[in-house]
Structure formats: structure tokens, C-alpha cells
């Protein structure tokens, strides 16, 4: 049988989050240890309002442990770090904790031992989700363009696009604006049970249409994805208007 990602398509970014967060929400509820890693960023920012909606209503998290893909190189206060985000729009707004909370430490002047760290949480728990943006120029966490398929987590360079990404995304200069990022690579993200994908805007369309029409190619990291019943890739109109072929799943 032909492994494939699977494709849901969303009328727009409300929709897109209430899907992904539905079948997250799914997984925080059956699984008796859940395991969630997130990513931070725009196209999360709606499944994060749900999620502390529901805590704060009374979904039960305190059996369940979250964690990041990545990390960026910079003080662990700064605006941008995957740290600030979690703890803004995550771990400040909920009246309870999960069980465990586990962060790529930024300021680390050993990246090699930071790295044999992580990767030890990562072997003690397994995910059952890993949550994903898509970067526009096809990146999934930080594996840019021409990263090898195999990668294991690593330290990356940003690509110019997604440091323009990360200076409007947050409003900073250049000279502000991080270069590198701690990042689970291709084979960390394929290790999580379900990985949800979550595509929305016009800014995405070339990046989607690389994903699901073009070839299989490091050019577009996420195909990495394609051949992965694991993956789930949720679309919105605008992600998805520069497709020509029919990918209903
Ligand atoms: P965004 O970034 O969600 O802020 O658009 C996506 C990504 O680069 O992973």
C-alpha cells in the first residue's frame, strides 16, 4: 500500500486551528500520558487560543507533557524565542500545569551537549503529536531548503527568508533578529505519531504547491512528509490556491 500524508482542506485560519486543535484535543483526552510538541509562530497562534480556552474550562493536562521542535539562538527573554511564546501564549494563561514542560535551552554555549540533552527527552517521550507550521519557503521547524532528509536535530542556519519572517513576525530590525535555531530534524519530527501541518494564507500558496504537486526534494523540505501516514496537512483557501490537481483525501 502507498504511505501518504493525508490532506484536509479549511475554508480559512479559524477553521484550519479548530481542526488541528480537534485532532489534538482528541489526543490529550485518550492517551493516558499524552505528549505534544508544539511550534510557535502565526500559524499556531489560533490552535493555542482553543487550547487555553478548553484548559481553563477544565481540560485535564496535568497527565500530559509539552514540549518544542525548536529553538532560536538568543537570550531566553528575548521577544522572539519559542520560550517568550509558550509562556505568552500558553503556560501564563492557564489556571493549571501540564506534567512536564520541556524547552530547547537558546542560550546555550554548547550546543553539542544541549543537543545530547534534548534528544534524551525526545528517547524518554515519544510524541504522540508534533505540531508544524510551514515556512514560505518550504521549511518545516528549522530545516531549510537542501537539508538532508536524514538530519537528526541540529543547529541551523536561517535561510534570508525566514529571517524577514521572524523581523515581521515580531516586529524587530535586522541586527535583532536571531540566525540560528536549535531544531529536531526531518527524523525527530517522523518519529511522532501524527504530525499536523498547519497551512494558511497566500503567503503559503508556492510553498504548497511545491508540497503537494512538485517533487519530492530537499528544494521543499516538507515533502519530506509526503510518503508519512503519520502526517496530516491542514490548507486553507488562500494556502491552496495556486493548485491545479485535485488532492482531496
Ligand atoms: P508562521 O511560520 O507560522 O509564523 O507563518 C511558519 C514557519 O516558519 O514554520
Known amino acids: 500500500?502507498?504511505?501518504?500524508?493525508?490532506?484536509?482542506?479549511?475554508?480559512?485560519?479559524?477553521?484550519?486551528?479548530?481542526?488541528?486543535?480537534?485532532?489534538?484535543?482528541?489526543?490529550?483526552?485518550?492517551?493516558?500520558?499524552?505528549?505534544?510538541?508544539?511550534?510557535?509562530?502565526?500559524?499556531?497562534?489560533?490552535?493555542?487560543?482553543?487550547?487555553?480556552?478548553?484548559?481553563?474550562?477544565?481540560?485535564?493536562?496535568?497527565?500530559?507533557?509539552?514540549?518544542?521542535?525548536?529553538?532560536?539562538?538568543?537570550?531566553?527573554?528575548?521577544?522572539?524565542?519559542?520560550?517568550?511564546?509558550?509562556?505568552?501564549?500558553?503556560?501564563?494563561?492557564?489556571?493549571?500545569?501540564?506534567?512536564?514542560?520541556?524547552?530547547?535551552?537558546?542560550?546555550?554555549?554548547?550546543?553539542?551537549?544541549?543537543?545530547?540533552?534534548?534528544?534524551?527527552?525526545?528517547?524518554?517521550?515519544?510524541?504522540?503529536?508534533?505540531?508544524?507550521?510551514?515556512?514560505?519557503?518550504?521549511?518545516?521547524?528549522?530545516?531549510?531548503?537542501?537539508t538532508p532528509f536524514d538530519s537528526t536535530m541540529f543547529l541551523a542556519q536561517h535561510d534570508e527568508s525566514t529571517i524577514q519572517s521572524t523581523m515581521s513576525g515580531y516586529g524587530i530590525s535586522r541586527e535583532e533578529a536571531p540566525t540560528e535555531m536549535l531544531t529536531l530534524g526531518f527524523t525527530e519530527i517522523l518519529e511522532a505519531e501524527k504530525v499536523i501541518l498547519l497551512v494558511s494564507g497566500k503567503s503559503k500558496a508556492e510553498a504548497v504547491k511545491a508540497l503537494l504537486e512538485g517533487e519530492i526534494t530537499t528544494d521543499c523540505p516538507a515533502t519530506a512528509l509526503r510518503n508519512s501516514d503519520n502526517a496530516i496537512v491542514i490548507i486553507d483557501e488562500e494556502a491552496a490556491s495556486l493548485l491545479e490537481q485535485d488532492h482531496t483525501s
Open 1 to 146: 500500500m502507498k504511505h501518504q500524508m493525508k490532506t484536509i482542506f479549511v475554508k480559512d485560519y479559524n477553521e484550519m486551528s479548530k481542526k488541528g486543535y480537534e485532532l489534538m484535543k482528541k489526543v490529550i483526552e485518550t492517551k493516558e500520558q499524552p505528549v505534544i510538541s508544539m511550534t510557535t509562530g502565526g500559524s499556531p497562534r489560533g490552535l493555542f487560543k482553543l487550547l487555553v480556552e478548553d484548559i481553563n474550562n477544565g481540560l485535564d493536562i496535568s497527565n500530559t507533557t509539552i514540549m518544542n521542535l525548536d529553538e532560536y539562538m538568543g537570550p531566553k527573554d528575548a521577544v522572539y524565542t519559542v520560550r517568550t511564546f509558550m509562556y505568552e501564549n500558553l503556560y501564563n494563561l492557564v489556571n493549571t500545569e501540564p506534567k512536564n514542560i520541556f524547552l530547547i535551552d537558546g542560550e546555550t554555549q554548547d550546543t553539542d551537549k544541549e543537543i545530547a540533552r534534548y534528544k534524551e527527552i525526545l528517547n524518554q517521550y515519544p510524541r504522540d503529536v508534533q505540531v508544524l507550521g510551514l515556512g514560505t519557503n518550504g521549511h518545516i521547524g528549522a530545516n531549510e531548503p537542501g
